[in-house]
């Protein structure tokens, strides 16, 4: 297609029809000459939103298409969908709408944006989540396609005051939901298949790989913050380690964890020593990090809903950052760099 706005019948054939799913919150779409979309009026709850963009893969698939997708920074479109809802529910928001920008390179035909945009309705309608608007456009800068999704989600009445009530973390118990390094775990089984079969059994690999079903913190987060006053945040890039380093440093407190308490599952164990990289370190999407004084009972609260979580520490008063590994400590380390891109 040639650079410039995707032409308008391709537009109204190929991008607006794919968009079927409805939510009475919204009163009225962007289309095709309407550039904004309308809220119904709400009485109760705040506004939150959310961007995540992402360099997307293309389904029909040509030669550079099948090489860029050894870039570990490449993703399919749901994940995008997914992080965004994840980031609006773990502020204690119910994602509703999002906006959809996507750039293409020259060299999309027709089918491939349309296969674009099925996979974005099919995320959006999975997570109840209605596409509002947004932008196509073809540039000759591009050459992948790059897609951003800016998502919307009403906190209610109830959830301001939960959320409100945890902001203070000083004292909190931490907990940690399923389990540290899935997406990267993932990611790294799908890349080095072949080379992890040589050594391991085809039901380890193959469930590695199966780990994207975990993805989604829509479920731990809706019960956190059913189960008293709570502050949470989703673990991606950076791992489980920047995750607690981000909330730390933004509430000005400091913290203490017991490494051995982490959750690890034995795929990503072995996945991880295979390819040489830090699970502490490495994307964990899936995994929701919550903060609450009365950590028992939010753990007991996600169990009764077959949520796996555990208690690994809790947030100080002091500026300290420690690391607890039996009768080791040592300061926790500034965020690195994801431990996924030394395996590019």
Not at 283 to 303: K, N, Y
Request: hydrophobic letters at 40%.
């Amino acid at each position: 297609m040639n650079s410039g706005k995707v032409p308008v019948n391709v537009l109204k054939r190929s991008v607006l029809r794919q968009l079927k799913n409805k939510r009475t919150e919204i009163a009225d779409s962007a289309g095709l000459g309407a550039d904004c979309a309308v809220f119904a009026p709400f009485s109760k709850g705040q506004m939150v939103t959310c961007v995540q963009e992402g360099v997307v893969e293309l389904q029909c698939e040509n030669d550079l298409a099948e090489a860029e997708r050894e870039d570990l920074s490449v993703m399919p479109m749901r994940r995008i969908f997914q992080k965004c809802a994840n980031n609006l529910a773990a502020a204690g928001a119910e994602p509703v709408a999002a906006e959809l920008v996507i750039f293409l390179p020259e060299t999309v035909e027709e089918p491939e944006l349309k296969a674009l945009m099925e996979e974005a309705e099919k995320a959006a309608t999975d997570l109840n989540i209605q596409i509002i608007g947004g932008q196509t456009r073809v540039s000759s800068a591009v050459r992948q396609p790059i897609a951003t999704a800016t998502g919307y989600g009403i906190l209610s009445e109830a959830a301001v005051t939960q959320v409100s009530a945890g902001k203070k973390l000083a004292g909190q118990d931490i907990i940690i939901t399923k389990w540290i390094g899935l997406e990267g775990t993932a990611d790294l089984a799908a890349r080095n298949r072949e080379k992890l079969l040589v050594r391991y059994p085809a039901y380890l690999v193959e469930e590695a790989a199966a780990f994207d079903r975990y993805y989604s913190i829509l479920p731990e987060a809706a019960t956190a913050v059913k189960s008293g006053g709570c502050t949470m945040h989703d673990i991606s890039e950076g791992g489980v380690f920047a995750a607690l380093w981000e909330m730390a440093e933004g509430a000005g407190v400091g913290l203490t964890i017991d490494m051995k308490k982490l959750p690890l599952r034995q795929e990503t164990v072995e996945v991880c020593e295979f390819c040489n990289v830090n699970p502490y370190e490495l994307r964990s999407g899936g995994s929701l990090i919550i903060a609450s004084p009365e950590g028992t009972a939010v753990v007991e609260a996600l169990a009764a809903e077959g949520i796996p979580a555990v208690i690994v520490g809790r947030f100080t008063d002091s500026n300290d950052r420690l690391i607890l590994n039996e009768d080791e400590v040592r300061y926790m380390d500034r965020p690195q760099r994801d431990e996924i891109y030394k395996n590019v």
